[in-house]
């Protein structure tokens, strides 16, 4: 099996990367220079076997996301798909029965502990920083980014990184990153989002079960306090100069394939409340919690 696995990343993994790289059982392993508290943070809570099953089974497995990305995809049979920040293989469990098999699927983390999960999956695991991948340029059909450049210290230098990996007519997909917009950027909203933490905490909502837990999930999110987070000019600033063409929905998570027609959906109305007292429409599609980015490199 560790056989089969070296000849499947040796065709995509740079020269100048595999000095710094060894096998840890049956993950390829990477070094990677920085050691921030929300990487620390995201290894340390994707790893733990409890927390990081909950988070499988609680994100992103819902109908709607399911829809949504299918309508993106379409098939991935026999194709190579990178999935950047795959934590336990959430994006591969909930599209397994509806998109194919790739050819390739390769997940890339910074959890050990997660890479576990998503090798059982079917995921062949590498750990490395997703700022500083250690692939080469341009082998990829498709990217995906699901929740991941709001755990990132520098959402940008992730973009680039998933970027990089799409070859010509290959597909970048980002979604489930909170859009900055969604909030105002004031004290009402800065109380809202601490008030909120003890109510998740109570109703044991996923990521918040335990004090604990709830702590550790919080400490992953780099970019998810209000006045933070992604935006239309980010992806445009990044995308457009490297030859992709950008198409950017905004959601509030509760829309499939409708999402791509300019549907938004309505968040939770407790959300909307919120909203609307941090000074935020939640009709506008400025005020859509999610931004989701499809964009397609030219050939």
Request: glycine fraction near 8%; proline fraction near 5%; hydrophobic fraction near 35%.
């Amino acid at each position: 099996m560790l056989t089969q696995m070296t000849d499947v990343l040796s065709q995509y993994v740079s020269p100048e990367s595999t000095q710094f790289s060894h096998w840890n059982g049956t993950i390829l392993t990477f070094q990677y220079s920085r050691q921030t508290q929300f990487l620390q943070a995201n290894r340390y809570y994707f790893g733990h076997p409890e927390w990081s099953r909950n988070y499988l089974s609680a994100c992103h497995q819902d109908e709607a996301f399911q829809d949504r990305w299918q309508a993106v995809i379409g098939s991935w049979q026999d194709k190579i798909v990178v999935d950047i920040g795959c934590g336990p293989g959430n994006v591969y469990r909930a599209l397994h029965d509806r998109c194919g098999v790739p050819y390739s699927l390769i997940g890339v983390d910074v959890s050990q502990g997660g890479l576990q999960i998503a090798q059982e999956l079917g995921y062949t695991a590498v750990l490395a920083d997703a700022q500083q991948l250690p692939f080469i340029d341009g082998f990829a059909d498709i990217v995906t980014l699901n929740a991941t450049l709001h755990h990132c210290d520098d959402m940008e230098a992730a973009l680039r990184e998933g970027a990089r990996l799409v070859r010509p007519g290959g597909l970048l997909v980002i979604d489930h990153d909170p859009q900055r917009t969604m909030w105002g950027d004031n004290p009402i909203a800065d109380l809202i989002w601490k008030v909120r933490l003890p109510l998740y905490r109570m109703l044991k909502r996923g990521g918040h079960s335990t004090t604990e837990e709830q702590f550790w999930s919080t400490a992953t999110e780099a970019h998810h306090r209000p006045g933070d987070g992604v935006t239309p000019e980010l992806f445009q600033r990044v995308l457009t100069p490297l030859g992709f063409t950008v198409h950017l929905y905004p959601h509030n998570r509760t829309v499939g394939r409708e999402t791509l027609l300019g549907e938004r959906g309505q968040a939770e109305w407790k959300i909307r409340f919120a909203q609307r007292l941090s000074g935020v429409d939640p009709d506008s599609a400025e005020g859509a919690l999610v931004l989701m980015c499809v964009a397609r490199r030219s050939n």
